[in-house]
């Protein structure tokens, strides 16, 4: 495993459990701590033997944020320039499924990285919020965008407007997670979730998050076009075979990933 210094990689089983850690800055998220996430995200993308991702944080903070200090005496020049955040774009490229367990604060960044993810787990703690209008900016990793999807224009608004925070209950009535977890538990149920996810088919696994993401990039006449051909695809696979056949004989299926 590299020598990470802002996050942990451990696999456990099929699942790769990354957990940021910077706990002096609340899981600040700086250049370095990107750097690491995109390695340690590409790393499991590549290795078959691993199934599911869990990102999580600390019990007070998945991430308080992109790191203001890092972020405070940059001009637009250098901004626009670098295209500062463009390298997340590589953290949703991440074919494989990612489970965000979130502890604590998801504020700013923190929130838009745990909306990255495929779903979201959250512990009874989580508190969501894009509080960027404070620093007289905006959301600058998705967030007005994906908050907007996740729990519509009234409440995206008026987070983005006054920065308000929403506690894991009215994160998980608006439907931005799945569901709630008992803190104690988040980071063990996140991985139970993520195991049952790497013990499907590789392949199906795959484009179901593939269509799943096509919800919210086209049309409906076009999203159940592409879900259709992907699944026709899916019956060129020898797994789909094997998982037919296991359910008519009543035995689990043994996958081959093909
Ligand atoms: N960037 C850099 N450092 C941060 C940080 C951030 N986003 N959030 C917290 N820290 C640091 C604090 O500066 C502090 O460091 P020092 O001990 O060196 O002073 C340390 O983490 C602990 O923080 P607090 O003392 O503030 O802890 P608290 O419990 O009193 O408050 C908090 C917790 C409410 C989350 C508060 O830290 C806070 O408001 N943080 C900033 C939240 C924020 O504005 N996030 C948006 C950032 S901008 C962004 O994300 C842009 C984008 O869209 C991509």
Redesign the pocket.
């Given at each position: 495993m590299p020598d990470y210094q802002t996050i942990l990689v451990e696999q456990r089983g099929p699942v790769t459990l990354i957990t940021l850690n910077r706990p002096?800055?609340?899981n600040?998220l700086n250049s370095q701590v990107l750097a690491e996430l995109i390695a340690a995200l590409e790393a499991f993308d590549a290795e078959d033997t691993q199934g599911c991702a869990v990102l999580t944080g600390s019990e007070k903070?998945f991430a308080?944020?992109?790191?203001?200090?890092e972020m405070q005496a940059m001009g637009f020049a250098e901004m626009y320039g670098t295209n500062h955040?463009g390298g997340y774009d590589r953290i949703t490229a991440t074919r494989k499924p990612i489970v965000a367990a979130v502890a604590g604060?998801a504020?700013?960044?923190g929130c838009?990285l745990a909306m990255m993810c495929d779903f979201i787990l959250a512990a009874d703690n989580a508190k969501f919020g894009q509080?960027?209008i404070?620093?007289a900016?905006s959301?600058?990793?998705g967030?007005s965008q994906r908050l907007a999807r996740a729990v519509g224009k009234a409440k995206a608004m008026e987070m983005c407007l006054t920065g308000r925070m929403m506690d894991a209950e009215e994160a998980e009535r608006s439907g931005l997670v799945s569901r709630i977890v008992p803190l104690a538990d988040l980071v063990e149920e996140a991985v139970r979730t993520a195991t049952t996810i790497a013990g499907m088919a590789p392949l199906a696994v795959k484009a179901n998050k593939e269509m799943v993401d096509a919800a919210y990039e086209t049309t409906l006449a076009q999203g159940i076009r592409f879900e259709r051909r992907l699944f026709h695809g899916l019956f060129g696979t020898e797994d789909q075979k094997e998982g037919m056949a296991a359910f008519v004989e009543k035995r689990p299926g043994k996958w081959t990933g093909k």
């Open positions: 002096q800055a609340l600040a903070a308080a944020g992109a790191d203001i200090k955040f604060y504020l700013g960044g838009e509080p960027e404070k620093l900016v959301p600058g990793m967030g």
